[in-house]
C-alpha cells in the first residue's frame, strides 16, 4: 500500500545576533529594501496611484420649462423668438404670437423613477411672407447624479438646424451626452452644487443680455451636457406653420471622477503588495544563504538541540 | 474537523442569507419612497413599457418574466378609436406588478391575479416557497378566462360598447373578440417558459449557474406588505412647471439723487426727463432690442441694422433737443425739473474721419445718399461722458462719417460707450498698457525720440499720439488705409496678420530705374518704420532710462540694395529685391503673477521681392507679421525642506555602558534619513495648489 505526502512542516532555525553588528545591520537593510524596493518598482512602472476612475449611471434629468427657440427668418432682423425668459424679450407680442403649443413629455420606459427621453415639441405660426431659414433650441435641464458621485447642476441641450428649403417640420432624435473637461471632485455625502444654478438668472441680466453670452458662459464650465444627433428629419415645404419635435434619449453616462485616498490606496495595495511577496521571498533566499554559510556572525539556534 | 464542519456549515448560512436578502432587496426597492420633482408627466404608454420588460429572469432576482407574459394579455391591445392610452402616474407600472408579484397585497383584487395564472400557464409549473416547504405540480388549463368586468383594462373608452381591438372590453362579445384577434396577441418570442426548470433548459448552458436561483413564486410574510406612500401636497413647490421670468422690476422713475454706479443716464427735454438708451443684439447680431445706457458702465455695440434703422438718426434728434442732466447734493430737494436746479450738459457733436475730427456741422456732414452711394454715413457713434467734480460735465458724441455703397441690405453699426473721470478730453491724456508690466489687448508702447524717451513720453500728449503706439494699415476693399485708430494697432499678446495693397499716391515715373527705391521708401514712410523706433519694454515706461528702451532694428529695411531696370518692350518696370513682408518679432518674459509682461527683445525681419510694375497703377501687396513669443520657463514647484527633528535621546539609550558615545548624531541622522526616504516615496501624492 502506497503512502501519500498529506502535510508537510517546516523546522525553524533561528540566528540570533546583537543590535550592532554585521548580521543586525544586513537584516535591517534587506528589511528596508523589501519595503521600499517594490514601492518604487510599483511606482516607476506608472499606475501605483490611480488618478482617474469612471463609473456609469443613467442620470436623473428633468426639465425646467426654461426655454429659448430662436428661428431665423430669411429676414434676420426679424426671427421668431418662443421663450418665457424675460431677457430675452418675451414682452414681443408679434413674435410670441407665432409660438402657436409647446408640449413637453418626460417618459419613463423602464418604470425605474429616471427619465428615459424628453420630447418637447413646438407648433410656429410661420408668417406668410416670411420662411424660416434656422433653427436654434436652447432647453434648461435639472442633472443629477445620485450614486457615487452626487452632483445637481442645471445644464443645456442646445439644438441647431439649418434649413436650405423653408421646412414644415423637423423631426430631430438625439442623446444627451455628459461631457467634462476635469474629473469630478468625488466626495462622499456631499452633493456638487457648483453650476446648480439657472443659467437665465436675474442676476445676470445687466451683463449678459445676448445668448452668446450665455453659450460662452455655458462652454466655460468643467461640466456640461450635450446634444449627439443620433438622427434628423425634416420635411419641406414652405406653409404657414411649423411643427419641431424633438425626441432627446437620457442613456446611462460614463463620468469620471478623482478617486478618494482611500480608493487609490485600495488599488495601490495590491501592486505594491505583489511586489512585496516576491522580494520577500528573494531576500529570504539569500539570507538563506548567508546565514546558512555563516558569511555573517550569529548565533544558531535549533529547537531540537540543547545548550551545553 | 469540527472547524471544517462548523466552517461549511457558515458558509452555507451565508449564502442562504445571501440568497433571501438579495431577493428581499430586489422585492423592497419597489417601495422605495422616490420623490422625484416630475411633474407634467405622462403617461407612459403601455407598449412601450411592455418593450422594455426583460424577458429573461436572473438569478438571485424575482422572476420578471411572469409579467410579460401576463401583462399583455390584458392591455396591450390597441384600440383604433382612440390612437393612445396612457396611464395616469408611473406608480401604476409598479402597482400593478406589484399585485403580480405579491399574493398578500389587500390593495388590488387578488383573484384577478390568481386568474393570471391559471389562465397564461400552459404547462407544468414547479412553484417554489421560501418561506415555506411546498412543492405542488398544476396542470394549466388551455383557455382563457372569461373577463367578469372591465376593471383595469386600459383599453376600454366607450361605455358600453366595444372598443375596437381592446380584448379586455367587457362589452365585447366572443365573436367581436374573435375579429380581434386576441387569441394572438400574446408575444410568443423566446422560449414560453413559465417555470425555472423549463426557463433553464431552454436556455444555453452559459447561463445555468446565473438562473440557478430563479424564482417563480413565493409566498412571503404578512410583514412584508407593499407600502404606498401618500402623495404630498405641500411637495408640488418642488416640482418643475411653467414658468414665466421677467426682467426685475427696476424703478425706471427718475429720482432726485446724484448718480450712483449702475443708473440710467437722464435726458432733459422741455421740462420732461427720459433715460438714453441704445440698441443691441440679444438673439443673434442685429440690434432687436435697446437697453439702457447705465451710469459707469462702459460698453461696445456692435450690430446688424437695415439703412432705416441706422442709431445716427435717433442720436442726432437726441442731441439736438435734449441736454444731460445731473442731480446736485445742493438741489436735492427742489422740485423744479429744469437747469437751474439740475446740472445740465450740452451735447458736443464731432464728426471724425479717418483722421481728424471736427465739430458736427450739419451743412457739411448731412448724410445724403444718390442712387446706391450714400455720403456722411454714420455707422460706428462715441458716447462719452466726462464725469467730474459729482456731476457729468460734458457730454460728447463722436460721429465716424464715411462714404460708402448701400447696396448691401444690411450695415454692421458701432455704438460705444465710455466714460471719463475727468474733464480732460481722452485724446489729452497718455494711456498706458499696463503697470509695470504689459497687459494682454494693450498697445504697444514706441517712441521716435532720440533721447529722453521717457520724458517725450509723458510730454506733448495730443501732438505725438500717433506715435506713441505703432499703428498698422487698415484694409478697405483690399486697400491700405492709414489712420490712428485703435484697432489697427500693435497690441500686446496679439499675434496677426495683415495684408493689403499700398497704392503709391505720388506720381511715380516707372520709366525711370530709380523709382524702385522710390516705391520702397514710400512704403516704408508709410508704415511709420522711418529713422530709430524704440519699443518701451513696459506697458508704463515711467522708470525707465533711455537704454532700457529697445531698440527695434530698421536697418533691416535697407533700401539700397533694391534696384530696378525698365523693359521698354513690355513697359514695365521690373523691381528687385522690394521689401514687402515685414514681420515685428517681440520676445517677453512674465515678470510676476499677474500675467504683466516685459519685452526683452525686439526686431523687424523684411521679405523681399521681385515686383515688376506697370504705368498704369502702381502698387504694392503688403505683408505685416506681428509674433509675440514668450519665452518664461514654466514654474517649478520648490518642495519645502523638510522638518528637521532635533530629537534629544539620553546618551546612555543605544550604549547604556559607553561612557562617551557620540550617538545623537547617528540618530538624527537615521531619522532624516527615513523621512527623506518617506517623503521621496509620497512626493507623488503631495500636491501644492
Keep these: ?308 | 474537523m469540527r472547524i471544517i464542519t462548523y466552517f461549511a456549515f457558515t458558509l452555507l448560512s451565508v449564502l442562504i442569507q445571501f440568497c433571501v436578502m438579495d431577493y428581499i432587496q430586489g422585492k423592497t426597492q419597489l417601495d422605495s419612497k422616490h420623490i422625484d420633482p416630475d411633474v407634467s408627466t405622462p403617461n407612459k404608454q403601455t407598449k412601450e413599457k411592455l418593450q422594455y420588460i426583460p424577458d429573461k429572469p436572473h438569478a438571485l432576482y424575482y422572476r420578471t418574466a411572469e409579467p410579460y407574459n401576463v401583462l399583455p394579455k390584458k392591455i396591450i391591445f390597441y384600440n383604433d378609436s382612440i390612437p393612445d392610452f396612457t396611464f395616469t402616474t408611473t406608480d401604476n407600472l409598479n402597482t400593478i406588478l406589484d399585485v403580480f408579484y405579491d399574493e398578500n397585497s389587500s390593495i388590488y383584487n387578488i383573484s384577478t391575479t390568481e386568474t393570471f395564472f391559471t389562465s397564461t400557464e400552459s404547462e407544468i409549473v414547479t412553484e417554489l416557497t421560501i418561506f415555506e416547504i411546498k412543492n405542488q405540480t398544476t396542470n394549466k388549463p388551455n383557455d382563457y378566462a372569461k373577463e367578469s368586468s372591465n376593471k383595469n383594462c386600459l383599453c376600454n373608452f366607450l361605455y358600453k360598447v366595444c372598443d375596437v381591438n381592446c380584448c379586455c372590453d367587457g362589452d365585447c362579445s366572443e365573436e367581436e373578440k374573435q375579429l380581434f384577434n386576441c387569441s394572438k396577441v400574446v408575444p410568443q418570442n423566446g422560449p414560453n417558459s413559465k417555470s425555472c426548470s423549463l426557463y433553464l433548459f431552454h436556455n444555453y448552458f452559459g447561463k445555468f449557474i446565473d438562473n440557478l436561483f430563479c424564482v417563480v413564486q413565493t409566498n412571503l410574510p404578512e410583514k412584508r406588505k407593499v407600502a404606498q406612500y401618500k402623495p404630498q401636497l405641500q411637495e408640488v413647490g418642488q416640482y418643475f412647471k411653467w414658468i414665466s421670468i421677467n426682467i426685475p422690476n427696476i424703478s425706471r422713475d427718475f429720482q432726485r439723487k446724484p448718480y450712483a454706479k449702475g443708473d440710467y443716464l437722464w435726458i432733459l427735454k422741455n421740462g420732461d426727463i427720459f433715460h438714453l438708451d441704445l440698441p443691441y443684439a440679444n438673439i443673434n447680431n442685429f440690434c432687436t432690442n435697446r437697453k439702457p445706457i447705465r451710469f459707469l458702465n462702459n460698453e461696445k455695440i456692435k450690430c446688424n441694422v437695415k439703412l432705416s434703422d441706422i442709431e445716427m438718426f435717433n442720436v442726432k434728434r437726441i442731441s439736438e433737443v435734449t441736454s444731460i442732466i445731473s442731480v446736485l447734493n445742493s438741489t436735492m430737494n427742489s422740485t423744479i425739473l429744469n437747469c437751474s436746479t439740475l446740472h445740465c450738459a450740452n451735447w458736443t457733436v464731432l464728426a471724425c474721419n479717418e483722421q481728424s475730427c471736427s465739430l458736427y456741422d450739419e451743412h457739411v456732414h448731412e448724410p445724403k445718399c444718390v442712387e446706391n452711394f450714400c455720403t456722411n454715413l454714420v455707422l460706428e457713434l462715441d458716447y462719452i461722458f466726462n464725469y467730474y467734480d459729482s456731476k457729468i460735465t460734458n457730454s460728447t458724441l463722436k460721429f465716424y462719417v464715411q462714404n460708402m455703397s448701400i447696396v448691401l441690405p444690411f450695415f454692421t453699426q458701432i455704438v460705444n460707450v465710455k466714460f471719463v473721470m475727468s474733464n480732460r478730453s481722452l485724446d489729452n491724456v497718455t494711456r498706458l498698457s499696463g503697470t509695470p508690466g504689459y497687459v494682454d489687448g494693450r498697445p504697444l508702447l514706441v517712441s521716435y525720440a532720440e533721447g529722453n524717451r521717457t520724458d517725450d513720453f509723458y510730454d506733448d500728449p495730443i501732438e505725438a499720439k500717433a506715435f506713441k503706439s505703432f499703428s498698422l494699415p487698415g484694409n478697405v476693399q483690399g486697400k491700405c488705409v492709414y489712420n490712428n485708430k485703435t484697432d489697427n494697432q500693435i497690441v500686446f499678446g496679439y499675434n496677426k496678420r495683415l495684408k493689403c495693397r499700398h497704392e503709391h499716391k505720388y506720381f511715380i515715373d516707372v520709366t525711370d530705374a530709380k523709382s524702385c527705391r522710390y516705391i520702397q521708401n514710400n512704403l516704408t514712410k508709410a508704415l511709420n518704420l522711418v529713422g530709430k523706433i524704440f519699443v518701451s519694454p513696459l506697458g508704463n515706461p515711467e522708470s525707465l532710462k533711455d537704454e532700457d528702451w529697445i531698440n527695434l532694428n530698421t536697418n533691416t529695411i535697407d533700401s539700397s540694395i533694391v534696384y530696378g531696370e525698365y523693359d521698354k518692350k513690355t513697359k514695365k518696370l521690373q523691381c528687385y529685391n522690394l521689401a514687402t513682408r515685414f514681420f515685428f518679432q517681440f520676445t517677453c518674459i512674465t515678470i510676476n503673477e499677474e500675467r504683466s509682461n516685459r519685452i526683452i527683445y525686439a526686431s523687424i525681419e523684411v521679405t523681399r521681392k521681385n515686383i515688376s510694375f506697370i504705368e498704369d497703377s502702381v502698387s504694392t501687396l503688403v505683408t505685416l507679421d506681428v509674433s509675440f513669443i514668450d519665452v518664461t520657463k514654466p514654474a517649478a514647484f520648490e518642495y519645502a525642506h523638510g522638518p528637521r527633528l532635533n530629537i534629544h535621546l539620553p546618551e546612555n539609550f543605544f550604549y547604556p555602558y559607553r561612557s562617551k558615545a557620540s550617538s545623537l548624531h547617528c540618530v538624527n541622522i537615521s531619522i532624516d534619513l527615513l523621512f527623506y526616504l518617506c517623503f521621496l516615496c509620497f512626493t507623488n501624492k503631495i500636491t501644492f495648489h
Design chain 1, 1 to 308: 500500500m502506497s503512502l501519500y505526502k498529506l502535510f508537510s512542516s517546516n523546522v525553524e532555525i533561528q540566528y540570533k545576533s546583537t543590535f550592532l553588528s554585521k548580521a543586525m545591520f544586513f537584516t535591517l537593510f534587506t528589511s528596508i529594501l523589501n519595503i521600499i524596493l517594490p514601492f518604487i518598482i510599483a511606482q516607476k512602472s506608472r499606475g501605483l496611484w490611480v488618478k482617474y476612475h469612471s463609473f456609469y449611471e443613467q442620470p436623473t434629468v428633468h426639465f425646467t420649462y426654461e426655454y429659448v427657440l430662436i428661428a431665423e427668418t430669411e429676414d434676420p432682423s426679424k426671427p421668431i423668438l418662443c421663450t418665457e425668459i424675460g431677457l430675452f424679450g418675451n414682452d414681443n407680442e408679434e413674435s410670441s404670437e407665432s409660438c402657436a403649443e409647446m408640449q413637453v413629455q418626460e417618459n419613463d420606459f423602464t418604470g425605474d423613477g429616471k427619465k428615459d427621453e424628453l420630447y418637447i415639441k413646438f407648433h410656429l405660426n410661420i408668417p406668410p411672407d416670411r420662411t424660416v431659414s434656422s433653427i436654434l433650441l436652447i432647453l434648461s435641464l435639472d442633472f443629477q447624479l445620485k450614486t457615487i458621485c452626487p452632483l445637481q447642476m442645471q445644464s443645456l441641450a442646445l439644438i441647431t438646424k439649418e434649413f436650405v428649403i423653408p421646412p414644415s417640420e423637423l423631426i430631430f432624435h438625439g442623446d444627451l451626452n455628459f461631457y467634462q473637461t476635469t474629473h469630478l471632485p468625488c466626495e462622499w455625502f456631499n452633493q456638487d452644487t457648483k453650476y446648480n444654478r439657472s443659467l437665465f438668472e436675474i442676476e445676470k441680466w445687466e451683463s449678459y443680455m445676448s445668448i452668446d453670452h450665455y453659450l460662452s458662459d455655458y462652454f466655460h464650465r468643467e461640466v456640461t451636457t450635450e446634444v449627439r444627433t443620433i438622427n434628423s428629419r425634416t420635411y419641406n415645404g414652405q406653409t404657414d406653420s411649423m411643427t419641431v419635435q424633438v425626441h432627446l434619449r437620457i442613456p446611462e453616462m460614463q463620468i469620471r471622477y478623482t478617486p478618494s485616498i482611500l480608493e487609490e490606496f485600495k488599488w495601490a495595495w495590491p501592486q505594491y503588495l505583489s511586489f512585496v511577496v516576491i522580494f520577500h521571498w528573494f531576500f529570504n533566499k539569500v539570507k538563506e544563504f548567508i546565514f546558512t554559510n555563516r558569511l555573517l556572525m550569529s548565533w544558531k539556534v535549533q529547537s531540537w538541540k540543547t545548550f551545553e
